[in-house]
């Protein structure tokens, strides 16, 4: 047994209350236990107990053998002149105060329910995908509902100190920190490394310079991915390689290197080659793309501003000097989707908290729960386990629970494993 399962059992009134006592017989009633603390002295703040005839407000210690409040020298340290209660699971010795006061003491090891002392061993070794799975039939899952939107508010708040790291990079530029994050998203997950480092070496200020000419715009961005480092057979790419090579004088540029993107095991439409050219349609066809972005308010509107499709060469291609039947190339709508949940959504929350508009930030959210959930291997197994996730809200929120809660095995802070316990 850990010292935390049993602040847990405390804080949640896990034991039998029927003729609660203290070790050496006073009866104890429990008005608050009080609220824990995380930081250096007693576990439990402003606790309210009646102990005998006397009510008593205070802090209560938490140890699995009372003894430990020797061996941790509390009784040297005045932080804990006003401990009222010293919960442990086992009695094996008087303690006193830096005042030499004696500390009533209340052992739980006869009043907590083998039960709940089972199913939290059982979640302790559980080897399963989530520590939970075998106890998972019992939850009543209206009952955490709650807890579920507590989570996808957790994965936002998340992402959001991820971007105000980078904002203060970037001297609290939202435009740039926006147009980097969104670069990222265009490479998806495969290829999200090389693109987030080919926008940091690419200010988006040379970007908008060129956004009227969409050769140069994809001769500054292919040249920056490393992609135009030989002459081509075909026109088209050989006038980019050359137009970039006037580029990167003019503006001192360091493209990354050609070897951080993959196209292996790919489909054609994810080569990096159409994701990067449909980036450059995309940044030619907007303006003022971030505030577009935090402005929109459909999922139609959202569909129209990332409704972009290659043209010409690349129509008729996948990558440079390699010619294909000719098929429409557009991101599609879980493309979208993704861009909204991982990349636009966040930065409507963290925009609306800096700016104070609750509107913008719940719009977020809103939006989210009207786009259909990822496909993913976690969000499958989830389904397996017997949860119906309907739209994103609820997929971010158990892609949180995962990462987060079950794999790290927090089993005592997640609502789920504290209905389990508690049922």
């Known amino acids: 047994m850990k010292e935390e399962f049993l602040q847990y059992i405390w804080q949640s009134s896990l034991y039998r209350k029927e003729d609660l006592r203290t070790f050496d017989g006073q009866p104890i009633q429990v008005i608050r236990p009080g609220q824990l603390n995380r930081d250096a002295g ?3 703040f402003n606790s ?3 102990i005998g005839d006397t009510t008593w407000a205070g802090n209560v210690e938490v140890h699995l053998n009372s003894s430990e409040w020797m061996q941790h020298g509390h009784q040297f340290d005045a932080a804990y002149n006003n401990v009222v209660l010293h919960v442990v699971y086992e009695h094996d010795e008087d303690i006193v105060n830096q005042m030499g006061k004696s500390i009533p003491t209340l052992e739980l090891r006869s009043l907590i329910p083998s039960s709940v002392i089972s199913r939290y061993h059982s979640l ?12 998972l039939p019992d939850l009543e899952q209206e009952k955490v509902i709650p807890f579920i939107h507590r989570l996808l508010i957790e994965r936002l708040e998340d992402k959001v100190r991820y971007i105000q790291q980078d904002l203060i990079l970037n001297k609290n530029n939202w435009e740039q920190t926006f147009y980097e ?3 990222r998203n265009f490479g998806f997950k495969t290829n999200a490394l090389p693109f987030h480092v080919m926008a940091k070496n690419l200010p988006l200020q040379i970007l908008a310079k060129h956004k009227q000419n969409l050769l140069q715009l994809e001769a500054i961005l292919f040249g920056q991915a490393g992609l135009l480092n030989q002459s081509f057979e075909e026109e088209y790419p050989e006038r980019l390689r050359k137009e970039y090579g006037y580029l990167r004088k003019a503006y ?5 290197n050609e070897s951080l993107w993959k196209f292996a095991t790919m489909r054609p439409a994810n080569f990096p080659t159409i994701r990067i050219a449909q980036f450059a349609q995309l940044i030619h066809h907007s303006s003022s793309l971030f505030s577009r972005c935090m402005e929109i308010r459909s999922i139609k509107e959202l569909r129209n ?3 972009v499709s290659l043209q010409d060469y690349w129509e008729s291609h996948y990558n440079f000097d390699q010619s294909s039947v000719p098929k429409e190339k557009k991101l599609g709508h879980s493309s979208i989707d993704n861009i909204f949940i991982n990349t636009i959504a966040p930065f409507m929350f963290a925009y609306g908290k800096e700016k104070l508009n609750e509107i913008l930030a719940q719009r977020s959210i809103e939006m989210m729960e009207k786009l259909a959930p990822e496909v993913n291997g976690t969000i499958k197994n ?26 790290p095995k927090k089993c005592l802070s997640c609502g789920i494993g504290n209905q389990l316990l508690k049922t």
């Not at 302790?124 to 106890?135: D, P, Q, R, T, Y």
């Not at 001192?252 to 990354?256: D, F, I, K, T, W």
């Not at 989830?382 to 794999?407: D, E, P, V």
């Open 124 to 135: 302790s070794i559980g080897k399963n995908w989530v520590a939970c799975e075998h106890l």
């Open 305 to 307: 501003l990332f409704n």
């Open 181 to 183: 994050y969104l670069a």
């Open 48 to 50: 309210k107990l009646m």
């Open 382 to 407: 989830w389904g397996k386990l017997g949860f119906q996730i309907g739209n994103a809200f609820q997929s971010q929120a158990f892609i949180q629970l995962k990462n987060m809660y079950c794999t």
């Open 42 to 44: 007693p576990d439990f």
């Open 252 to 256: 001192q540029l360091e493209p990354v």
